[in-house]
């Protein structure tokens, strides 16, 4: 079978009347999985059924939802489902499709938005300056443990130069000095119990 991709960059996938699902892109056979985590990544798909070439992408996609539903996970509350199943014949039926599909872009963005937000506040936050520091203590600790570094036997290590306040020493400073200190005084420990 050849690739078929069609001119969007929209996979087509094949399903038989075994139930089998064929990626042509591809050229091997895949599960609902498969197209769920495509659908996660942000792959573009549609399914045809083999033999009348009619897009059933429609029915695959529902049922990987009751698939994921299944498992325990669910998503979908029953309020809901009985809503949208009372809309079904409804006058108002021709209309759920584009809300819905409106409301979650909505939500969607939301998220995004919300996600950045929360990045962009730990950017300059009390935790970020948290994790420089703990940065700054690691990379002491591995300076103190590489050959020829502080900490190597037979290397005596050099003590610490205290900030001076006339050049303006911060307490950034004076605690990555009083951790190395600190480092040196452990690895005499470790020397003398060796």
């Not at 969007?8 to 985590?37: C, M, P, W």
């Not at 584009?98 to 009390?126: C, H, I, T, W």
């Amino acid at each position: 079978m050849k690739k078929q991709i069609n001119g969007d960059g929209v996979v087509i996938i094949k399903k038989y009347a075994n139930r089998r699902l064929y990626n042509t892109e591809t050229s091997s056979y895949i599960t609902l999985d498969h197209l769920a985590t495509m659908t996660r990544e942000g792959r573009d798909f549609k399914v045809v059924d083999a033999k009348s070439d009619d897009d059933i992408t429609h029915n695959v996609l529902t049922q990987i939802i009751m698939e994921e539903e299944s498992r325990g996970q669910t998503m979908l509350p029953v309020n809901f489902l009985r809503q949208l199943i009372s809309m079904y014949g409804d006058s108002m039926q021709a209309m759920v499709p584009g809300y819905l599909e409106a409301s979650m872009d909505s939500f969607r963005r939301n998220q995004e938005q919300f996600k950045s937000a929360v990045e962009g506040a730990f950017a300059n936050s009390p935790f970020a300056e948290m994790a420089k520091r703990n940065m700054a203590m690691f990379e002491a600790a591995t300076q103190a443990f590489k050959p020829g570094g502080a900490g190597a036997p037979g290397v005596v290590p050099t003590p610490p130069a205290a900030p001076s306040s006339a050049s303006g020493g911060s307490s950034k400073d004076d605690e990555i000095a009083a951790l190395k200190s600190e480092l040196s005084r452990l690895q005499d420990k470790v020397e003398k119990l060796a």
